[in-house]
């Protein structure tokens, strides 16, 4: 089956530093890969996404790079700031279906 | 503005009691998903409907059932609560049944069963 792998965390990081959240996937066909965050106590929103390999995602400072060949995600930001503190998701959609299946998500801290 | 809303947004329950939680979107969205979040597990599919009268069984099912009566409510029916089923709950929409669509999300219903 589908199954989704983030780097554990917690993560703390001072403000102004790079960011790397690593993911990466299993799964059968051609799937979609999503990064959602979630601030605390709210719901989760859509970071970005990608379609299709070699598709770069991007929002807010944040991009991430469909790897087919190394079936990865990676979230990249080159400087973090403390409102960017927040728990963030790894998904993948199957090719069917519209069902998302999650990974463990990572917590990041970002200290002024 | 299209919206999705959860309530409660906090319930305290006992182990053997019905339990009924509410999702209500204004998206008109025909797709709709429940999930739990639990420490380690990030977010888990329970339930999910592509339409009225549709619902689908999900990766944690047991215990849980759903119905779909109209394009705006999936209201998710725990039928007899267990302990094992504290936890972070969340609804979830989206138009489109395939094609990388955005699942937009309700605040979450935290569950804890005594």
Known sequence: GNSVTQMEGPVTLSEEAF???????????YPSLFWYVQYPGEGLQLLLKATKADDKGSNKGFEATYRKETTSFHLEKGSVQVSDSAVYFCALEETSGSRLTFGEGTQLTVNP | DAEITQSPRHKITETGRQVTLACHQTWNHNNMFWYRQDLGHGLRLIHYSYGVQDTNKGEVSDGYSVSRSNTEDLPLTLESAASSQTSVYFCASSAQASGADTQYFGPGTRLTVL
Do not use: F, Q, V
Not at chain 1, 19 to 29: D, P, S
């Open chain 1, 19 to 29: 960011l790397t959240i690593n993911c990466t996937y299993t799964a059968t066909g």
